[in-house]
């Protein structure tokens, strides 16, 4: 069955940065799009970016772009999430989620993992 | 970038109930517009795509209609397991709804 595990969550200083990592696991990693999703606590959902199937091509929101960035490593079946400059106000639940193949929806879901910026 | 709206922001309805969300979109998203639950402490749950499209697995009593800007959710008879936070996205671009909280009457 389908399994995304988010990991590299934690405490950081406003100004630091932080990877996170999404292992995929139960489907052809390799082709599907993957996108990474957040909610701060007791907030909504916001989309952040999404990674085309091979890597060649990436779209961020513009609360992230020039922040964060993208990537995945298709021979390890995972992918990641480059944050630097964190601010607080980018604390939340980081959630990568798969893409359907043929349709742009985001069809199973990580746990998420908690990125806390705080002095 | 698009805006997408929901309303009402919180429902209160007791099981058996009809239930119906909105939602709007800020410029014309043809039927790109999917419907996801979540409930606390959990990853949201694809519901429905296309606008109308039931994901496998999604009871039947949930259902999607609308194209454009409008769109509506909904569930024919409200069971104990719906009560849940409800979101819309729409995947031109991906921007989501604020969501709409389903709780008991």
């Known amino acids: 069955q389908v399994q995304l595990v988010e990991s590299g969550g934690g405490v950081v200083q406003p100004g630091r940065s932080l990877r996170l990592s999404c292992a995929a696991s139960?489907?052809?990693?390799?082709?599907?799009?993957m996108h990474w999703v957040r909610q701060a606590p007791g907030k909504g959902l916001e989309w952040l970016t999404i990674?085309?199937?091979?890597?060649?091509?990436?779209y961020y929101a513009g609360s992230v772009k020039g922040r964060f960035t993208v990537s995945r490593d298709n021979s390890k079946n995972t992918l990641y999430l480059q944050m630097n400059g964190l601010r607080p106000e980018d604390t939340a639940m980081y959630y990568c989620?798969?893409?359907?193949?043929?349709?742009?929806?985001?069809?199973?879901w990580g746990h998420g993992t908690l990125v806390t910026v705080s002095s | 970038d698009i805006q997408m709206t929901q309303s009402p922001s919180t429902l209160s309805a007791s099981v058996g109930d009809r239930v119906t969300i909105t939602c709007r979109a800020s410029q014309s998203i043809s039927r790109w517009l999917a419907w996801y639950q979540q409930k606390p402490g959990k990853a949201p749950k694809l519901l429905i795509y296309?606008?109308?499209t039931l994901e496998s697995g999604v009871p039947s009593r949930f259902s999607g209609s609308g194209s454009g800007t409008e769109f509506t959710l909904t569930i024919s008879s409200l069971q104990p397991d719906d009560f849940a936070t409800y979101y819309c996205?729409?995947?031109?671009?991906?921007?989501f709804g604020p969501g709409t909280k389903v709780d008991v009457k």
């Open positions: 296309g606008a109308s």
């Open positions: 989620a798969k893409q359907k193949t043929i349709v742009a929806v985001t069809d199973y």
């Open positions: 990674i085309s199937y091979d890597g060649s091509s990436a």
């Open positions: 996205q729409q995947y031109n671009s991906y921007s």
């Open positions: 139960g489907f052809t990693f390799s082709s599907c799009g």
